[in-house]
């Protein structure tokens, strides 16, 4: 753990902490609040909006299906920032590298891999967001280092036709009988999680997708002295990308269970555009009234995604007020239990925030 200020440092964006807090916030207080509050009101007309923050069962793609691609983008827009000051000492890099990997990877573990449980025939090796952040990491960190950019831009393109190629002449796009399915189930057995996502062919593409922040972070870095121009061209490649993706649909269907080729770039696309929205009202125009209490989640990422994921405070609230069972129907009850588990949360990451810890790995 590390205590820092937290005032932004030097060449740091609110935009990144503020647009990385909103993913973040999304996932560990709103969708779930708001989930068991439609489900005690069983109102119609929150149908549609309980149908976008449920994951596609298999092939297309709706809003809550963002959530993990944006955490990937976001920690990879980060990277031109947080590794430039090891330029020329590619040692400490690499530690630095490695030891985020190996963190991300056991905390991935802990999360949904059952590793606490202590049971060796329920343990699950590579499962989680967090494992995929530090696979892409990896990845992206070394093309970052060992290559300029247009080499950069040209490995990106490489991962994706080395994913594509198996998973076209060697599957489907079936959820048992795609490639990554496959490789998967060789290597990893019974150690494998849900069999319908995968997660060791499909680092290819992860390693896209942070890649691809890469990108519009050394967009952000580069561009200093011309933000709105800056602007202009992340929303032109968000654009294309997306578009792309739309396109190579029609032959790889756009599925994020198995991180498509297609997924990868629409996705991609609508993180560079959510990235470019941020970067022109917060660092351009420089409005943070509204925006500002986001970096409560923001900056404590890691903390939030997994207090948030995997701590349980209900007991807690409802210690203090199970007296409002009497009064509540199940749902009600239940949906309050959700808010003040969340609430708690919440105040865990304003009470890190204003004392200025931010654990950083």
């Known amino acids: 753990m590390n205590k820092v200020d937290s005032t932004p440092l030097a ?5 990144l902490d503020i647009l ?3 993913d973040l916030f999304m996932l560990v207080f709103f969708r779930p609040v708001f989930m068991k509050l439609a ?4 109102w119609p ?4 909006i309980v149908y976008q923050l449920r994951h596609e069962s298999w092939e297309g793609f709706r809003c809550w299906d963002m959530i993990m691609p944006l955490f990937l983008f976001m920690a990879g827009a980060a990277m031109p920032f947080s590794l430039s000051k090891y330029k020329g000492n590619n040692s400490a890099l690499w530690r630095k590298v490695f030891r985020r990997f190996v963190i991300l990877f056991i905390l991935g573990m802990i999360g949904q891999g059952n590793l606490l449980g202590l049971d060796p025939n329920d343990i699950h090796l590579y499962v989680n967001t967090l494992q995929a952040i530090g696979t892409g990491y990896v990845i992206t960190a070394f093309l970052l280092t060992y290559s300029n950019r247009r080499g950069q831009i040209l490995a990106t393109a490489l991962l994706l036709v080395i994913y594509w190629l198996p998973m076209t002449l060697l599957g489907d796009w079936t959820p048992e009988g795609n490639f990554a399915y496959k490789v998967d189930q060789l290597i990893m057995g019974r150690f494998c999680g849900n069999p319908h996502y995968t997660w060791i062919w499909s680092s290819l593409t992860f390693g896209v997708t942070v890649m691809l922040g890469a990108f519009a972070g050394q967009m952000m870095k580069d561009g200093q002295t011309d933000r709105r121009k800056t602007c202009l061209n992340m929303i032109v490649v968000g654009v294309a990308l997306t578009v792309g993706g739309l396109l190579w649909s029609v032959q790889m269907p ?4 198995i991180w498509t080729c297609s997924m990868t770039l629409f996705a991609g696309g609508i ?3 959510l ?3 941020f970067y022109f009202i917060v660092d351009c125009k420089g409005r943070k009234k509204g925006l500002d209490w ?4 923001g900056m404590n990422s890691i903390v939030a995604y997994m207090i948030g994921e995997y701590v349980n405070f209900r007991s807690i609230v409802e210690s203090v007020s199970y007296g409002l069972k009497q009064y509540l129907s199940a749902d009600g009850y239940d949906a309050w239990l959700a808010f003040g588990n969340f609430l708690i949360v919440f105040f865990i990451l304003r009470w890190m925030y204003r004392q200025r810890i931010f654990i950083k790995i």
């Open 11 to 15: 060449g740091r964006l609110a935009s």
């Open 254 to 257: 756009i599925i994020k269970h």
């Open 275 to 277: 990235m470019a929205l």
């Open 39 to 42: 489900q005690a009101l069983n």
């Open 294 to 297: 986001l970096k409560i989640y």
């Open 20 to 22: 990385r807090g909103l």
């Open 45 to 48: 007309a929150l149908e549609p």
């Open 271 to 273: 993180s560079f555009l």
